[in-house]
T-cell receptor, first 113, second 115 residues
Framework: GDSVTQMEGPVTLSEEAFLTINCTYT??????LFWYVQYPGEGLQLLLK?????DKGSNKGFEATYRKETTSFHLEKGSVQVSDSAVYFC????????????FGKGTHLIIQP | EAEVAQSPRYKITEKSQAVAFWCDPI?????LYWYRQILGQGPELLVQ????????DSQLPKDRFSAERLKGVDSTLKIQPAELGDSAMYLC?????????????FGPGTRLLVL
């Protein structure tokens, strides 16, 4: 079945550092790819998404590019802030319908001032 | 801004008891999902509704879990009897989707502790 693998956390960075959170997937067909974020005490929120190969999703300074050749969707941000501290989940849907999401285990990001 | 509502936010119960969780999706959203998130893991889909019909319940432990969405609006997820391993966060999400490209909006979740 479909699966998502993302780097283990916690990831601890200093403010203004460059961020990469790796995500790779296994899926048949042409999945849609997502990054969700969960801030402390809040529900899951969509951060960005990409629906076909080579698409780049972006939001709030975060970016991720759908790489079909490497089956990856790595999350990047050039300069992180303390307010970016949260748990980040990479996820996919198989495509072709309103399917449920398959999530990775999540990466806890801690940004220190 | 419209939100997905869930209640209760927290529930403590003893094993073998029955529990129920309620979800009210964003108005007009035809698709509703229930997920279970065990501590330290990502959410896993339990059941998906399109209007009042079940689209996917392949991961729902049907011997003890049931879900309904009788009028195609709000939904109830029930566990009877609860087991220790059911302790988790139960998340509800909704979307207006007819394709998987549509955003799923999540509620705050119900945290269940089974003693």
């Amino acid at each position: 079945g479909d699966s998502v693998t993302q780097m283990e956390g916690p990831v601890t960075l200093s403010e203004e550092a460059f961020l990469t959170i790796n995500c790779t997937y296994t899926a048949t067909g042409y999945p849609s790819l997502f990054w969700y974020v969960q801030y402390p005490g809040e529900g899951l929120q969509l951060l960005l998404k990409a629906t076909k190969a080579d698409d780049k999703g972006s939001n709030k300074g975060f970016e991720a590019t759908y790489r079909k050749e490497t089956t990856s969707f790595h999350l990047e941000k050039g300069s992180v802030q303390v307010s970016d501290s949260a748990v980040y989940f990479c996820a996919l849907t198989p495509g072709g319908g309103a399917d449920g999401l398959t999530f990775g285990k999540g990466t806890h990001l801690i940004i220190q001032p | 801004e419209a939100e997905v509502a869930q209640s209760p936010r927290y529930k403590i119960t003893e094993k073998s008891q029955a529990v129920a969780f309620w979800c009210d999706p964003i108005s007009g959203h035809a698709t509703l999902y229930w997920y279970r998130q065990i501590l330290g893991q990502g959410p896993e889909l339990l059941v998906q509704f399109q209007d009042e019909s079940v689209v996917d319940d392949s991961q729902l432990p049907k011997d003890r879990f049931s879900a309904e969405r009788l009028k195609g609006v709000d939904s109830t997820l029930k566990i009877q009897p609860a087991e220790l391993g059911d302790s988790a966060m139960y998340l509800c999400a909704s979307s207006s989707a007819t394709t998987s490209e549509e955003t799923q909006y999540f509620g705050p979740g119900t945290r269940l502790l089974v003693l």
